[in-house]
């Protein structure tokens, strides 16, 4: 995009590439602008999300448990607190009054912190962000569809006069300071005279509720946004919980009073756009018969039927991507919450027991209602409701969010990693359980002894038995010989390469040796969050979670070296810099099979003006593409590949087959390894 300036219409290797939208490629576009073309410059907007992530995630957890601080006990209540009917803490108020507040409705951010930790140190978010792909900010945009939906579904239905007298319940209701001066002169006044109570409160100004427009333009702009990042599931999944929100909580009819008119036209001002542009840009032209496509096909049928449609239903052409089973599937997503995965179970009991939960005193709780604005019967809002409206909320909330996605994914063709958006639910979910347990650290509650068995039955004997196989490997594994490279004992399995992680089963027992200093690590953090971390729980919860936390820490900073250790395997910078230090006008550079086996050449090579060779690599990602009668003639048969060998240029030859290339090129031009790495070679005639 920056090399052809042109912002409508993805390129790859000059050839259209029309499988994703386009907010990706202009974030990484836009960072490279500012900081030059570096590749941390290109990921640098993907880790503002992930970040963006963390502290989105942290502001829902707040909003739905921040009513989870014990109370204090009745001693500590002064007479003219005990007379307002609930506990209360000290706060400073003018005149040299103690006003109460209750403690059981102080703001806590614990489980919010909870969550937020659990999405930056459970395995998925990490090892999926090592990609540059666009599923982490699918999760973000979710999490601020669902937060700015309940925000303007509560100020929709918040939109009422207060009552105008006193009840009995509403003496439960908390307080503020001004209130509860005024609340104490009607008590007084309305012990001589009843009408004087409404007197005194109806001097007060009734202040009208906030508009619910500002939030609904907000869900709009990040649903519009979700759709530029991966596609109509980025408005599938928002309005799919919407909906089915609203139908669970009988308020469909509230659908019509959230600006839906405004809200439209703000996210077609942002959707819109590149859509009309990328029609207009790449109409339909002639396809060739006898590949599955229609007569005519242009970016509309491509990107809206095949890439969506048809990928759904498992029909893409061209099949450029492995199938996860549906068991495997269900069983990756407690991988990738692991370690806080040991929670879920008792997190999830608890969210249903909330959601059924209807106290017989309160037979109307609504659990839609803002818990930020709400009336007492002074007609003054008020800071939060009922903390079971809250917690029945959050249950739903998280519940449906999550169940939309693993059961959209279920239904449909899924990768290992289509869990990412759903994983913000399911860390709120175990931030609500572990931040109960920490309201009575030392007593046996239900949520304390949850924990412990959680940590006993799960982490105890994964941590254990983790800790002792990485250990025995790292003590075990043979060190090799200086000029033994991690290839020379890995074992290829081709077949599993279309899954994101395939290459992790080419590793083997003699590899072991090149990770001796991450297994370690890993093993000591194992043995930290399982063991270790239970016997502090008994004592602290809150300091055994930290510690998982710190563990984990440790242990995907472990990966990391991992990951390094094992890039040569995966991708071709060091390759590609080696050929750009040598380049020479004239050169040509080749790629031997399709481009995503040394697709890191395009970027690492920049003094190359022409185009990476493909040596029959037109498959998959620039396939459809190169119909395009615009489209380079970067595609080479064998038969081509030897005669340019043979010719005068010089030319340099990414392959993983190098003894092969070898045996059929050598007839026509020497072949001398310029470069090796990992599995990969260069090759070159000169």
């Known amino acids: 995009m920056l090399q052809r300036h042109d912002f409508v219409t993805p390129t790859i290797d000059g050839v259209r590439f029309f499988d994703k939208p386009p907010l990706m490629y202009w974030m990484a576009a836009g960072s490279m602008r500012l900081f030059g073309i570096h590749d941390w410059a290109a990921r640098l907007p993907l880790a503002l999300g992930v970040l963006a992530l963390l502290l989105a995630v942290y502001a829902l957890g707040i909003r739905f448990y921040g009513h989870t601080q014990p109370s204090r006990s009745a001693q500590d209540l002064s007479p003219s607190a005990q007379d307002l009917g609930a506990p209360f803490i000290r706060g400073p108020i003018a005149d040299g009054w103690d006003a109460r507040l209750p403690q059981s409705h102080v703001p806590s951010?614990?489980?919010?912190?909870?969550?937020?930790?659990?999405?930056?140190?459970?395995?998925?978010?990490?090892?999926?962000?090592?990609?540059?792909?666009?599923?982490?900010?699918?999760a973000l945009w979710m999490t601020l569809a669902v937060h700015l939906f309940l925000l303007a579904l509560e100020r929709v239905s918040n939109q009422h006069p207060g009552p105008n007298k006193l009840s009995p319940s509403a003496q439960d209701l908390p307080l503020s300071a001004q209130d509860a001066v005024i609340l104490s002169a009607a008590r007084s006044a309305q012990s001589?005279?009843?009408?004087?109570?409404?007197?005194?409160?109806?001097?007060?100004?009734?202040?009208?509720?906030?508009?619910?427009?500002?939030?609904?333009?907000?869900?709009?702009?990040?649903?519009?946004?979700?759709?530029?990042?991966?596609?109509l599931i980025g408005v599938v999944f928002p309005l799919g919980f919407v909906l089915l929100y609203l139908a669970f909580t009988h308020r469909l009819k509230l659908l019509a009073k959230l600006h839906l008119i405004p809200s439209t036209l703000v996210f077609l001002a942002i959707a819109a756009p590149w859509h009309i542009l990328a029609a207009i840009r790449n109409p339909p032209i002639p396809m060739p018969p006898g590949l599955g496509l229609?007569?005519?096909?242009?970016?509309?049928?491509?990107?809206?039927?095949?890439?969506?449609?048809?990928?759904?239903?498992?029909?893409?052409?061209?099949?450029?991507?492995?199938?996860?089973?549906?068991?495997?599937?269900?069983?990756?997503?407690?991988?990738?919450?692991?370690?806080?995965?040991?929670?879920?179970?008792?997190?999830?009991?608890?969210?249903?027991?909330a959601l059924r939960a209807r106290p017989a005193s309160d037979p109307n709780l609504r659990f839609d209602s803002d818990p930020n604005f709400s009336y007492s019967s002074l007609g003054q809002p008020q800071s939060q409701l009922s903390p079971s409206a809250q917690d029945r909320e959050a249950a739903?909330?998280?519940?449906?969010?999550?169940?939309?996605?693993?059961?959209?994914?279920?239904?449909?063709?899924?990768?290992?990693?289509?869990?990412l958006p759903a994983l913000p639910a399911l860390a709120l979910l175990v931030g609500a359980f572990l931040a109960s347990a920490d309201r009575s650290p030392?007593?046996?509650?239900?949520?304390?002894r949850a924990g412990l068995r959680a940590s006993l039955y799960m982490l105890v004997p994964i941590g254990t038995l983790l800790f002792?196989?990485?250990?025995?490997?790292?003590?075990?594994?043979?060190?090799?010989?200086?000029?033994?490279?991690?290839?020379?004992?890995?074992?290829?399995?081709?077949?599993?390469?279309?899954l994101s992680l395939g290459?992790?089963?080419?590793?083997?027992?003699?590899?072991?040796?090149?990770?001796?200093?991450p297994l370690l690590t890993v093993a000591l953090g194992m043995l930290t969050l399982g063991p270790i971390a239970y016997i502090v729980r008994k004592r602290n919860p809150f300091a055994a979670n930290l510690l998982i936390a710190a563990a984990m820490t440790a242990v995907l900073l472990a990966a990391h070296q991992g990951l390094v250790r094992f890039y040569p395997i995966l991708g071709s910078k060091?390759?590609?810099?080696?050929?750009?230090?040598?380049?020479?006008?004239?050169?040509?550079?080749?790629?031997?099979?399709?481009?995503?086996?040394?697709?890191?050449l395009l970027f690492y090579t920049p003094q190359s003006a022409a185009p990476i060779l493909l040596v029959n690599g037109r498959v998959n990602g620039p396939w459809f593409g190169s119909f395009y009668p615009d489209a380079p003639q970067i595609f080479l048969n064998d038969t081509q590949l030897t005669h340019l060998w043979s010719g005068p240029q010089r030319l340099f030859l990414l392959t993983d087959h190098p003894e092969a290339r070898t045996l059929t090129l050598s007839p026509f031009a020497p072949v001398h390894i310029f470069a090796t790495a990992g599995d990969k070679t260069i090759l070159t005639n000169r």
């Open 109 to 138: 951010d614990r489980a919010g912190l909870y969550a937020a930790l659990a999405m930056a140190t459970c395995i998925g978010p990490y090892i999926y962000t090592r990609f540059y792909i666009p599923d982490i900010l699918i």
């Open 192 to 231: 001589k005279d009843p009408e004087a109570a409404y007197r005194t409160t109806a001097a007060k100004p009734f202040p009208p509720a906030p508009s619910a427009l500002l939030p609904c333009l907000g869900f709009a702009a990040v649903t519009a946004l979700n759709l530029l990042t991966k596609g």
């Open 294 to 353: 229609p007569a005519h096909a242009g970016w509309a049928w491509f990107y809206l039927y095949n890439e969506h449609i048809a990928r759904f239903l498992g029909h893409r052409i061209p099949h450029d991507y492995g199938q996860v089973p549906i068991p495997i599937f269900w069983l990756l997503l407690l991988l990738w919450l692991f370690p806080w995965v040991a929670f879920l179970p008792a997190a999830l009991r608890n969210a249903i027991r």
């Open 396 to 419: 739903l909330t998280c519940l449906l969010w999550a169940g939309i996605i693993l059961g959209f994914f279920t239904l449909s063709s899924r990768q290992e990693y289509y869990h």
């Open 442 to 448: 030392h007593n046996p509650t239900p949520a304390v």
């Open 468 to 498: 002792l196989l990485c250990s025995y490997l790292a003590l075990t594994a043979p060190t090799h010989a200086p000029n033994t490279t991690l290839s020379d004992v890995l074992r290829s399995n081709p077949n599993l390469y279309n």
């Open 503 to 517: 290459h992790v089963f080419d590793l083997t027992g003699p590899a072991m040796g090149f990770f001796r200093g």
């Open 574 to 600: 060091d390759l590609a810099l080696a050929i750009d230090r040598d380049l020479r006008p004239g050169d040509i550079i080749l790629n031997d099979g399709e481009l995503t086996s040394g697709s890191a």
